[in-house]
């Protein structure tokens, strides 16, 4: 395959032609920040967190293929606002309880407002009313905290290759939902992966919640991308208020 | 020069971010050398009777009294800050939103599975209890507030550390460690 050259804020990269941005970003050792992207699952592009600029035009890194000579702004003040504005969103969207969340600690959408040092969100909490189903015999399916990421419509499905969720209605009233027939006979294994794909905890395996203590949980110490980056994490804690 | 002033008090908190206070063990002395801790339920001064230089908000307004305690902070406070994910977003108080005040008050005293001896089978209504709001209101959704410090509770060495650069006017780097919403 052939290779291109391009930039990440002056960075000089090298990448397979027609690999996604967040992808090449990675093999180079810059992380973009992703929320509903999964590596090696097809992307969507529904959470628009990994959003930079590309030769001056915004567009999200997971659904943009990197091309020669692409000049890519990532790390940039105006980006982290931007990034961080949409976190915010999505928290007062749903019912994003933290304290009383069984994946907090282990919860990527937090993981990410504690790299962008968000201390409130700015837009006006919703408080939408939602069900919780626990219909799957192994699963809980807590609504309040599902962002539609499509993670696990994308990747939980059964040998035949059909899925298990899928989307119902539209707009603002897109939810995901499960198949009841299909619920009935989710094998524990597939289960489990479930939870594990779910960016957030909209998707909880039963009798399992706390397992982690607190300090030991994913997130706790480490920073999320601290792993793909070369150099030490820098968190953005500039400021404590939001104005 | 005398020391600034500071106010701290609990809306519909439940005195944990109050205890996560305390949590600066030591340092408590030197807080005691840094301000002076006028109306809060940890001296149990109930009125402000002057200007105060910050007041510190845990909780978020279930009822009207929070409301009025909220305003009197603000105009008797320079800096108001938000302590906790219950001032901040209204945290478990705020599960009721969305739920009608009437299915609220139904399960609390008529319908809830502790309820025995309420026979009359009425809603307490003394005039001297405050009334429920519609909902949890996050604080600053009813005044102004000029800084946020999350967590349940907020890290002890987060409240020092914000104290501290606020109160120097140095500024503030913050472990990784200290922000968290849990």
């Known amino acids: 395959m052939e ?55 915004y567009a999200t890194a997971c659904t943009t293929p990197v091309a020669c000579g692409m000049e890519i702004e990532s790390d940039t003040e105006e980006i982290h606002e931007i ?15 933290c304290p009383t969340c069984e994946m907090s600690g ?21 408080f939408p009313q939602r069900e919780i189903n626990t219909d799957c015999q192994h699963l809980i399916i807590d609504y309040n905290r599902c962002i539609r990421c499509k993670r696990c419509i994308r990747t939980i499905k059964d040998k035949k290759g059909k899925s ?28 489990e992966l479930a939870m594990e794909n779910c960016p957030v905890g909209a998707i909880l395996l039963k009798e399992t919640a706390y397992r982690v203590p607190i300090g030991e949980r994913r997130f706790d110490k480490k920073c999320i991308g601290s792993e793909i980056e070369e150099t030490d994490v820098k968190v953005f804690m500039g400021e404590l208020n939001n104005e | ?25 030591e340092r408590i002395l030197k807080l005691v050398e840094l301000v002076d801790i006028g109306k809060s339920p940890v001296t149990d001064i109930k009125t402000f009777t002057q200007q105060y230089a910050v007041g510190i908000i845990e909780g978020g307004c279930c009822n009207s009294e929070n409301v009025h305690n909220l305003q009197e902070f603000r105009k008797n406070c320079d800096i ?28 609390a005293y008529l319908e809830g599975p502790t309820v025995h001896l309420n026979t009359e089978k009425i809603f307490p209504n003394d005039d001297e209890l405050p009334m429920l709001l519609d909902r949890v209101y996050p604080a600053h959704e009813i005044v102004k507030i000029d800084y946020f410090l999350p967590g349940c509770p907020p890290r002890a060495d987060l409240i020092w550390d914000a104290l501290v650069a606020l109160l120097t006017g140095k500024e503030l780097e913050l472990p990784y460690e200290v922000v968290k919403y849990d």
């Open chain 1, 106 to 126: 282990n919860c990527e959408l937090q993981a990410l407002g504690y790299r962008f040092g968000m201390m409130v969100s700015r837009f006006p909490y919703q």
């Open chain 1, 164 to 191: 298990y969720f899928a989307f119902i209605n539209r707009g603002d009233k897109l939810e995901v939902t499960m198949d009841k027939e299909m619920a009935k006979t989710m094998p524990l294994k597939v289960a």
């Open chain 2, 1 to 25: 020069m005398s020391k600034p002033l500071v106010a701290t008090a609990s809306l519909a908190g439940c005195f944990g971010c109050h205890m996560s206070l305390l949590d600066i063990d």
């Open chain 1, 83 to 97: 990034r961080k504005a949409l976190i915010e969103l999505i928290f007062a969207e749903g019912n994003h309880y």
């Open chain 2, 80 to 107: 108001l800050i938000s302590l906790g994910e219950c001032a901040i977003m209204g945290g478990l108080p705020a599960m009721r939103n969305g739920i009608p005040i009437e299915e609220c008050l139904n399960e």
């Open chain 1, 3 to 57: 290779r291109v050259k391009f930039q990440i804020d002056n960075k000089d990269c090298e990448a397979l032609y027609g690999q996604m941005l967040v992808d090449a970003a990675r093999d180079n050792g810059v992380y973009i920040p992703t929320l509903c992207n999964m590596q090696d699952v097809k992307p969507c592009g529904s959470c628009r967190v990994c959003t930079v600029k590309v030769n001056g035009r």
